[in-house]
């Protein structure tokens, strides 16, 4: 997420771009059914072939889930309060997740939501010391073996808190980001840098106990096909610079000096190696419409964990509630809980 909403020019720096800068989907992936309220007319596509919808949809079904697996879903609902308001548990229930990760939660105590916590018995909350400030939450039916809120390493705690939260479960490593953002201006990119290089090692060492799901707003465009407009954004507009994108693909594809590290693979480009499809829409200068994005919101997992996927998927209808939409994974249920 870009760091201030209000400023003229967060990630969007060449949003007001043509349209015909915007590129071209070639996705299959099934849909959700969604009925919307008049409030929002606009059903069409965007010229990446992701729909414009302005508000969420009440009415919302998705395709059963395969047998014998979890449902993950990972949502940047940019600030609980807020999409609670704007239909937030219209998609809850109809994507009924075993285990739910939020980010840019904005929180400033354990929420007290009885729907919530009747759902999801074992919830974990990350919370900022600053107000209303990042977030991040691990909603799960399932209880974990462990639970951690802490970056190993990290020369300032205090800047780690509302940004991850560790679950260990039999079969895997869940770990939920927040991840710092670079900064208007990159300003905070030597920020980032550090916790890259403290996460990088972090992930890399609970890989080697057991396999890794990484997932949540992890505040990167990792390649051009992952935002619309990458040549004026390269290196000028926060994640998308040369340290942020080597930094993510260091995880995928371990460099050299990093003797015995397991690689990991971003699920849903593998699965779509094609697709210019974005989880995230400035609310600014029409981008929704215009299907100008960033895909910032995703699943990394050790490679050895991949062959049990069955599905991942951007929910791109579900917008409206937040600026950004939810990514869902399912993946065998031993898999993760074990027997």
């Not at 879903?73 to 940019?78: H, K, L, M, P, Q």
Request: glycine residues 6%; aromatic residues 8%; neutral net charge.
């Amino acid at each position: 997420m870009p760091p201030k909403r209000k400023a003229p020019a967060k990630r969007e720096a060449s949003s007001s771009d043509d349209e015909d800068n915007a590129p071209q989907s070639q996705s299959t992936a099934k849909k959700a059914k969604t009925s919307n309220d008049s409030s929002s007319s606009d059903t069409g596509l965007a010229p990446n072939g992701q729909p414009t919808n302005k508000v969420l949809p009440v009415d919302i079904s998705f395709p059963p889930r395969v047998e014998g697996t979890l449902r993950l879903a990972t949502w940047n609902i940019c600030g609980l309060a807020t999409s609670q308001k704007k239909g937030f548990k219209y998609y809850v229930e109809a994507e009924d997740p075993d285990i739910l990760v939020l980010t840019e939660t904005k929180v400033n105590n354990i929420p007290v939501d009885p729907a919530l916590t009747a759902r999801f018995p074992h919830c974990t909350w990350s919370i900022s010391d600053k107000k209303t400030y990042s977030g991040t939450a691990v909603l799960s039916k399932y209880k974990p073996l462990s639970v951690d809120t802490t970056l190993p390493g990290h020369p300032d705690p205090t800047s780690v808190k509302g940004r991850i939260v560790t679950v260990e479960f039999e079969g895997c490593y869940v770990i939920a980001t927040y991840v710092v953002n670079a900064g208007q201006g990159l300003k905070t990119l030597g920020a980032k840098n550090i916790w890259n290089q403290h996460f990088e090692t972090y992930i890399r060492d609970l890989d080697k106990k057991k396999p890794v799901i990484w997932m949540g707003d992890l505040n990167v465009a990792p390649t051009a096909i992952d935002l619309a407009n990458p040549k004026t954004n390269w290196n000028k507009t926060p994640g998308y610079t040369k340290d942020e994108t080597e930094a993510f693909k260091n995880v995928l594809e371990p460099p050299e000096s990093a003797t015995d590290a397991g690689k990991f693979v971003d699920v849903w480009r593998q699965r779509h190696p094609e697709d210019h499809h974005y989880t995230y829409f400035s609310y600014r200068f029409n981008c929704r419409s215009k299907g100008l994005g960033w895909r910032l919101d995703m699943y990394v997992l050790s490679e050895r964990l991949v062959e049990r996927v069955k599905m991942c998927e951007i929910r791109s209808e579900i917008y409206g509630a937040s600026d950004h939409v939810p990514v869902v994974m399912e993946i065998e249920r031993e898999a993760v809980v074990g027997n």
